[in-house]
């Protein structure tokens, strides 16, 4: 399994700012994935960050709320932009291998 | 987005008893996985199934692939304080790398 680190661990953000999640694998991965996690719910999917070309949305997620990048193999990026306190969740960053999907540890973010 | 339909939602048990929940879903999947989340922690991997009717164990966790391919069960044996947290199933279907994740089941384990 592939060692995922995600930063920040945790902010508290103004209403209106963005903020710059970041996910660093110690391996190469062809797939990763973005989901957010609400309070006390399960997770969804908002995209998958690809390698070199533009991150593919679920639907209810779009690029300008949620801008992804993926520079390469090993890194990327997720911003949730003009934050509202809806946008409370913990962010994960994943990773797919053979069949299976490991997690960072998450980005908690608490909007007021 | 869809999920899975997880059951029990919650349950409490003494320490020392089994625990067992299921994952239901209206479509067919090839690959079941099964995670714990502990509280402010990323969801951890517990067990991944491939095929219809496979029987997966790791330690005192055992899980199912339904012959139906439409569900999937967890079973805990002889449950310790340290499991308490929240157990997700997801799904994968044919065709498609995205995982759909269940309702989640929270357990609670009392000493």
């Known amino acids: 399994s592939a060692v995922i680190s995600q930063k920040p661990s945790r902010d508290i953000c103004q209403r209106g700012t963005s903020l710059t999640i970041q996910c660093q694998v110690d391996?190469?991965?062809?797939?990763m994935f973005w989901y957010r996690q609400q309070p006390g719910q399960s997770l969804t999917l908002i995209a998958t960050?690809?390698?070199?070309?533009?991150?593919?949305?679920e639907s209810g997620f779009v690029i300008d709320k949620f801008p992804i990048s993926r520079p390469n193999l090993t890194f990327s990026t997720l911003t949730v932009s003009n934050m509202s306190p809806e946008d409370s969740s913990i962010y994960l960053c994943?990773?797919?291998?053979?069949?299976?999907?490991?997690f960072g540890e998450g980005s908690r973010l608490t909007v007021l | 987005g869809q999920q899975l339909n997880q059951s029990p939602q919650s349950m409490f048990i003494q320490e020392g008893e089994d625990v067992s929940m299921n994952c239901t879903s209206s479509?067919?999947?090839?690959?079941w996985l099964w995670y714990k989340q502990d509280p402010g922690e990323g969801p951890v991997l517990l067990i991944a199934?491939?095929?219809?009717?496979e029987l997966t164990s790791n330690g005192r966790l055992t899980a199912q692939f339904g012959i139906t391919r439409k569900d999937s069960f967890l079973n805990i044996s002889a449950s310790i304080p340290s499991d308490v947290g929240i157990y997700f199933c997801?799904?994968?279907?044919?065709?498609?790398?995205?995982?759909?994740f269940g309702t989640g089941t929270r357990l609670k384990v009392l000493a």
């Open positions: 960050a690809n390698q070199g070309s533009e991150a593919t949305y």
């Open positions: 199934l491939y095929k219809a009717g």
């Open positions: 391996s190469q991965v062809t797939m």
């Open positions: 994943s990773v797919g291998g053979t069949g299976e999907l490991f």
């Open positions: 997801a799904g994968q279907s044919a065709g498609t790398y995205k995982y759909i």
């Open positions: 479509s067919i999947f090839n690959t």
